[in-house]
């Protein structure tokens, strides 16, 4: 959860101007970003929030052997960072929608590619997202990356005029994380590295 305290715009272009360095397959460069803040994020979050009443995002399902993930993932998030059971399904239902008004954050950002390019282009993309939060980070801003939000397409479409051609990839809330909020101190493990990487030398 963020604070409703002002991102200042001098930051932002500055973590950008870092970001468009990042590598990219023959240097086509292929990140398209939308910022939003003020009354065009209120619209935005209302009209999110109203089609996440309605119907679930359109977000493909993990397969099977990937599910767990998530599942432990909730279990931290809802469990121990909100308290919340997992038999309380209308309290969990209330945090989860959470995520489409960027949880309270004054600057979002829709993260986007060009329709016809492929993984190698999506990776581009990713090391520019890593490059720029990194950046972010060290100028004292707290972000936090949601694919939800790219589940609505049509809506993300409507209020920002994003080009029919652009892949939307992901969401992207920044600000100033309240300090209060137990969530915000809440940190997830990962595997230990050797379940990622195989050496070989012979």
Not at 2 to 19: C, G, N, Q, Y
Not at 75 to 94: C, F, M, N, Q
Not at 115 to 126: H, I, R
């Amino acid at each position: 959860m963020f604070l409703s305290k002002p991102v200042p715009r001098s930051l932002i272009d500055e973590a950008l101007e870092l970001a468009q360095h990042a590598p990219s397959n023959s240097n086509i460069q292929p990140w398209r970003m939308v910022l939003v803040s003020g009354p065009a994020l209120t619209r935005l979050k209302s009209a999110l929030m109203a089609e996440a009443r309605r119907a679930k995002p359109q977000i493909p399902p993990l397969p099977e052997a990937f599910r767990h993930f998530r599942s432990e993932l909730g279990a931290e998030v809802y469990g121990k960072g909100l308290g919340i059971a997992r038999s309380d399904h209308e309290a969990r239902a209330t945090a989860e929608i959470r995520n489409f008004e960027f949880f309270g954050a004054p600057l979002a950002g829709i993260v986007c590619m060009h329709k016809d390019l492929g993984p190698p282009d999506a990776l581009s993309v990713g090391m520019y997202l890593q490059t720029l939060l990194l950046a972010l980070t060290e100028r004292r801003l707290d972000t936090c990356t949601e694919v939800s939000v790219a589940g609505y397409p049509e809506i993300l479409r409507s209020e920002l005029g994003i080009d029919p051609d652009l892949l939307i990839l992901c969401g992207l809330a920044i600000g100033y994380s309240d300090e209060d909020i137990p969530i915000n101190s809440l940190r997830i493990g990962r595997e230990a590295v050797d379940k990622s990487v195989i050496f070989l030398n012979e």
